[in-house]
């Protein structure tokens, strides 16, 4: 028994060790490249089958008329933390996690215009299961220059937070990002691509409320963008995977607007306020700028008030020949419409990265810097970052490490952040 179970692992490992290097390729595909088949066969051959698989997609269901189907996938994301803290009143940090354990469900119904999305992160279930259920929509294609999304998805602001999680250089995004992002929320979005993709835009319509939860104050939120890119069209995928033969370059902007409420409970002494709102990040105390606000009391908490919001970004990216660049540039404000109090937050960030060994691996290097309310002196933080990237088969199964120091001037203190994933997406 122990030697078949040795005979075993040695195979996998050999499996492992030399069939990463092979890209998967269907039968059709072999023949087509070797010219045994004509393209009209190659695509009579390619035609849908009712039970099919495909790497990063997952087991695709389609019917035997092709006007349903059903993708079933999903992604699992294992990470080692270690946080190291200089300020003796901050408690050292040092565990596993399950990052994010996903179902993802996709497909079209009735006609290929007509798509729909849902994603169930079970890691969220044991943190916050308001937030497991994350995009589910229903989208429309009139033409690539108009498409209609309707239903919950991200909001599309901040390069960073539109790239999926499975497509980024670092293990996570930058603090800065994860501070001024808006996160998930319901509404209606029109999307197109012009001139095949030069030129994207979106303009949104929300609840405002953030993620599965409805809002409560009169007001919406609204959210544009407008990308442009001047080379050709460019991806939403940071790092230069897949080798570009020829530069891409991408300039982008968003705006979003929205009224929040900020509830008070207790008196006296003791009163704390909140913002209510699931939103994901730019309101959560101890990460969003609005959030920890709020939560330390810079708008006071006399009586509940709503606090309108603006919030820009803008950003850039390009790549070639393995070789990578983004960044962005944030700006919020916030303003009580009762207490006239104002606050203002800036944050940016840039990276770089290179595949050492093309499509294998790569090295990356990363700054940020971020002053989370203007009105107050020595609060900015500051953070530099170096990771490096091992892919075996693409985004779908790679393995990633960063380590980083961040700096609070405040109290001048510097924090060692160390962390490790290895990344499944089938």
Same mark, same amino acid.
């Given at each position: 028994?122990?030697?078949?179970?040795?005979?075993?692992?040695?195979?996998?490992?050999?499996?492992?060790?030399?069939?990463?290097?092979?890209?998967?390729?269907?039968?059709?595909?072999?023949?087509?490249?070797?010219?045994? @088949?004509?393209?009209?066969?190659?695509?009579?051959?390619?035609?849908?089958?009712?039970?099919?698989?495909?790497?990063?997609?997952?087991?695709?269901?389609?019917?035997?008329?092709?006007?349903?189907?059903?993708?079933?996938?999903?992604? @699992?994301?294992?990470?080692?933390?270690?946080?190291?803290?200089?300020?003796?009143?901050?408690?050292d940090v040092s565990q596993f996690n399950l990052r994010r354990v996903k179902t993802l469900l996709s497909g079209y119904a009735f006609t290929k215009d007509l798509t729909y999305?849902?994603?169930?992160?079970?890691?969220?279930?044991?943190?916050?299961?308001?937030?497991?259920?994350?995009?589910?929509?229903?989208?429309?294609?009139?033409?690539?220059?108009?498409?209609?999304?309707?239903?919950?998805?991200?909001?599309?602001?901040?390069?960073?937070?539109?790239?999926?999680?499975? =497509?980024?250089?670092?293990?996570?995004?930058?603090?800065? &990002?994860?501070? %001024?992002?808006?996160?998930?929320?319901?509404?209606? /979005?029109?999307?197109?691509?012009?001139?095949?993709?030069?030129?994207?835009?979106?303009?949104?319509?929300?609840?405002?409320?953030?993620?599965?939860?409805?809002?409560?104050?009169?007001? /919406?939120?609204?959210? %544009? &963008?407008?990308?442009?890119?001047?080379?050709?069209?460019?991806?939403?995928?940071?790092?230069?995977?897949?080798h570009s033969a020829k530069p891409l370059v991408s300039l982008g902007s968003s705006y979003y607007l929205s009224t929040l409420k900020k509830t008070v409970s207790g008196t006296?002494?003791?009163?704390?306020?909140?913002?209510?709102?699931?939103?994901? /990040?730019?309101?959560?105390? *101890?990460? *969003?700028?609005?959030?920890?606000?709020?939560?330390?009391?810079?708008?006071?908490? =006399?009586?509940?008030? /709503?606090?309108?919001?603006?919030?820009?970004?803008?950003?850039? =990216?390009?790549?070639?020949?393995?070789?990578?660049?983004?960044?962005?540039? %944030?700006?919020?404000?916030?303003?009580?419409?009762?207490?006239?109090?104002?606050?203002?937050?800036?944050?940016?960030?840039?990276? =770089?990265?290179?595949?050492?060994?093309?499509?294998?691996?790569?090295?990356?290097?990363?700054?940020?810097?971020?002053?989370?309310?203007?009105?107050?002196?020595?609060?900015?933080v500051s953070e530099i970052q170096g990771g490096v990237n091992y892919f075996l088969y693409g985004n779908n199964l790679k393995i990633q490490g960063d380590v980083g120091n961040?700096?609070?001037?405040?109290?001048?203190?510097?924090?060692?952040?160390?962390?490790?994933?290895?990344?499944?997406?089938?």
């Amino acid at each position: 028994m122990r030697q078949h179970t040795a005979v075993a692992m040695a195979g996998f490992l050999a499996v492992m060790a030399v069939g990463h290097d092979v890209q998967a390729k269907s039968l059709e595909d072999i023949l087509k490249e070797k010219g045994v @088949i004509t393209e009209a066969e190659y695509k009579e051959a390619s035609k849908a089958k009712p039970l099919d698989y495909k790497l990063g997609k997952g087991f695709v269901f389609t019917s035997p008329d092709q006007k349903f189907q059903l993708q079933l996938g999903g992604q @699992i994301q294992a990470q080692y933390e270690l946080d190291n803290y200089e300020a003796a009143s901050k408690q050292d940090v040092s565990q596993f996690n399950l990052r994010r354990v996903k179902t993802l469900l996709s497909g079209y119904a009735f006609t290929k215009d007509l798509t729909y999305k849902a994603t169930y992160n079970w890691a969220n279930v044991v943190k916050d299961n308001t937030k497991a259920m994350e995009e589910v929509n229903l989208k429309y294609r009139v033409a690539d220059e108009l498409q209609v999304m309707l239903g919950q998805e991200k909001i599309q602001y901040s390069r960073q937070w539109i790239t999926s999680n499975t =497509a980024q250089q670092f293990v996570d995004g930058s603090f800065v &990002r994860n501070a %001024f992002m808006q996160g998930y929320d319901t509404g209606i /979005n029109l999307h197109g691509d012009l001139w095949q993709g030069v030129v994207k835009y979106d303009a949104g319509l929300f609840g405002g409320a953030g993620q599965n939860t409805k809002n409560k104050t009169n007001d /919406n939120a609204y959210n %544009f &963008r407008l990308a442009f890119n001047p080379l050709g069209d460019m991806k939403y995928g940071e790092g230069d995977l897949e080798h570009s033969a020829k530069p891409l370059v991408s300039l982008g902007s968003s705006y979003y607007l929205s009224t929040l409420k900020k509830t008070v409970s207790g008196t006296g002494s003791t009163a704390t306020s909140a913002i209510d709102n699931n939103n994901s /990040n730019f309101v959560t105390d *101890g990460n *969003g700028w609005l959030g920890t606000a709020v939560k330390g009391k810079y708008f006071g908490t =006399a009586a509940a008030e /709503n606090i309108s919001v603006d919030s820009w970004e803008a950003d850039f =990216a390009c790549k070639w020949l393995g070789a990578s660049m983004q960044g962005e540039y %944030f700006w919020g404000k916030a303003q009580g419409e009762a207490s006239g109090k104002e606050l203002i937050a800036k944050g940016a960030y840039v990276q =770089a990265g290179y595949f050492v060994i093309p499509k294998r691996l790569e090295l990356a290097l990363r700054y940020a810097w971020m002053d989370p309310n203007r009105q107050l002196a020595n609060d900015a933080v500051s953070e530099i970052q170096g990771g490096v990237n091992y892919f075996l088969y693409g985004n779908n199964l790679k393995i990633q490490g960063d380590v980083g120091n961040r700096h609070t001037y405040k109290n001048k203190s510097d924090d060692l952040v160390a962390r490790a994933q290895v990344q499944l997406l089938f």
